[in-house]
């Protein structure tokens, strides 16, 4: 039997592949976006699109009466560090009050489950793999709006009994990015013919991972059984520096790719590496990466 389902940010980079997932397995999916980076053309064509900002409390409330989820997934979200950074009420408001008014709605109209999507930069800076049981400790604004949204889910669920999951997303790549980080910087420049790419520091190590399989991963937790909250990463175990990225990009193209180093590009504050241990996602779902980082890559720079 099909569910309703409603996503946050469904129109958006994770979003709309998660949608797409969703709706081919037979759900009633529910879009809740405002389409500021999000696209209408994204959406698949069996969900419904309600377009709002999450930080309407009328609206909001309205959605979620009118759709009645079983099922809430939130993604809708300030993401981009820079963005986040320079303007951080509006990141507040957004990634904190807009997860307060969405949750607040639900209570009058409980789900079965909330899966937040939460992020690796709730993590401290060290090196290796990650896993779970590591205590939080952000560095950043937005790391710490989204351990704040996840103590609001932990929250939820101890006071109305609904199940809730946590998704800790490391770094997604791959089609419908809206946010200029780094792999679409690169993958634009080389589109645009640039005799020489600009970056800046080419050391950090990241765990990229297709968006495509963060959505499987998802879709997946939606699924999973287990405690009223459970923690899960998401991602690759694998971690790449942005310098290997560009070896790759190489590779791709069969070509040597010069590397200019722009110092607006070089953050104030960065990690030297952040890469998942999702031993415990494997073992509650059986999910594994399907795209590799050179596949995922490959297709960026055909534009298809």
């Given at each position: ?144 709006t989204k351990l704040t949204g996840e103590g609001l889910v932990q929250e939820f669920a101890a006071q109305t009994g609904a199940h809730s999951v946590v998704a800790r997303i490391f ?134």
């Amino acid at each position: 039997m099909s569910r309703a389902v409603l996503v946050t940010g469904g129109a958006g980079f994770i979003g709309s592949h998660l949608v797409d997932r969703l709706c081919g397995a037979g759900e009633r999916v529910s879009v809740l976006d405002d389409l500021s980076r999000g696209r209408r053309e994204w959406i698949h064509h069996d969900a419904d699109l309600h377009e709002a900002d999450i930080r309407d409390v009328g609206a909001v409330r309205r959605i979620v009466s009118e759709v009645a989820p079983d099922v809430v997934v939130h993604l809708a979200a300030m993401h981009f560090i820079p963005a986040v950074d320079g303007a951080p009420e509006l990141a507040r408001e957004v990634n904190v009050d807009g997860t307060r008014i969405l949750l607040a709605a639900l209570a009058e109209q409980k789900p079965l489950l909330v899966l937040f999507a939460s992020t690796a930069a709730v993590y401290p800076d060290r090196q290796g793999q990650i896993d779970e049981t590591c205590p939080a400790a952000p560095i950043d604004l937005y790391g710490e709006t989204k351990l704040t949204g996840e103590g609001l889910v932990q929250e939820f669920a101890a006071q109305t009994g609904a199940h809730s999951v946590v998704a800790r997303i490391f770094n997604a790549i791959g089609p419908r990015e809206t946010n200029p980080h780094v792999v679409p910087e690169l993958v634009g420049q080389l589109q645009g013919g640039e005799q020489a790419v600009r970056l800046g520091d080419l050391t950090p190590r990241r765990d990229y991972t297709d968006a495509r399989d963060v959505a499987a991963a998802l879709q997946a937790l939606v699924d999973v059984p287990g405690d009223p909250v459970g923690i899960f990463n998401v991602g690759s175990g694998r971690s790449c520096s942005v310098g290997e990225l560009v070896q790759e990009c190489e590779r791709v193209l069969g070509r040597p790719i010069r590397v200019e180093t722009e110092r607006a590009r070089l953050r104030r504050v960065d990690r030297a590496e952040l890469v998942a241990n999702p031993g415990r996602l494997r073992t509650a779902t059986g999910w594994t990466p399907r795209w590799s980082l050179r596949e995922t890559l490959a297709e960026l720079l055909s534009g298809t």
